[in-house]
T-cell receptor, first 113, second 112 residues
Framework: EAQVTQNPRYLITVTGKKLTVTCSQN?????MSWYRQDPGLGLRQIYY???????DKGDVPEGYKVSRKEKRNFPLILESPSPNQTSLYFC????????????FGPGTRLTVL | GENVEQHPSTLSVQEGDSAVIKCTYS??????FPWYKQELGKGPQLIID?????GEKKDQRIAVTLNKTAKHFSLHITETQPEDSAVYFC???????????FGDGTTLTVKP
């Protein structure tokens, strides 16, 4: 089944404790992206990747890192999480760019205490 | 950068009525306008999209219209059903771009 998977689905952590949210797609898509969803603010893009080893900032990149060492994986790294990063996070992929349909993962709900 | 505004933020209709959600964008270079539906506890899913070389696109009960001059596009759902209840997002991006800007979402409730 073609899909985007994220792990973990739920995470409660404390301020300053480094964490990684994994994202993987099995559709051989070139483009991958991370979004955060907050009430009343819609989906805001954190980082995106047009292909392996190519990443760029979205609208809200502060406090986040990403890497794209393999085509199928695009992990989101929070080096020192803070409470304002409490949010619902979505990973998405598309065949080539944001000019194409994006397929979203199921989401990761992160709480930073 | 691109700015997308979406209205209304909430919309309640009776089953069988039509629903219209409107978005405006600011960047004239944007040429791809998808609409996503997000059901409770799930990720958004594409329901229809339009590119700037067309003014209207229809898929059964769902249609999207685009006015490039006014930088405005709309989602129309006819004969609404309770299963249409969800959050709907519009978005804008351009050819070969990585950035994608979403509206703030519209919560649609269809009352049986």
């Amino acid at each position: 089944e073609a899909q985007v998977t994220q792990n973990p689905r739920y995470l409660i952590t404390v301020t300053g404790k480094k964490l990684t949210v994994t994202c993987s797609q099995n559709m051989n898509h070139e483009y991958m992206s991370w979004y955060r969803q907050d009430p009343g603010l819609g989906l805001r893009q954190i980082y995106y990747s047009m292909n392996v080893e190519v990443t760029d900032k979205g609208d809200v990149p502060e406090g986040y890192k990403v890497s794209r060492k393999e085509k199928r994986n695009f992990p989101l790294i929070l080096e020192s999480p803070s409470p304002n990063q409490t949010s619902l996070y979505f990973c998405a992929s598309s065949i080539r760019s944001s000019y194409n349909e994006q397929f979203f993962g199921p989401g990761t709900r992160l709480t930073v205490l | 950068g691109e700015n997308v505004e979406q209205h209304p933020s909430t919309l309640s209709v009776q089953e069988g009525d039509s629903a219209v959600i409107k978005c405006t964008y600011s960047d004239s270079a944007s040429n791809y306008f998808p609409w996503y539906k997000q059901e409770l506890g799930k990720g958004p899913q594409l329901i229809i999209d339009i590119r700037s070389n067309v003014g209207e696109k229809k898929d059964q009960r769902i249609a999207v219209t685009l006015n490039k001059t006014a930088k405005h596009f709309s989602l129309h759902i006819t004969e609404t059903q309770p299963e249409d209840s969800a959050v709907y997002f519009c978005a804008a991006s351009n050819t070969n771009a990585g950035k994608s800007t979403f509206g703030d979402g519209t919560t649609l409730t269809v009352k049986p």
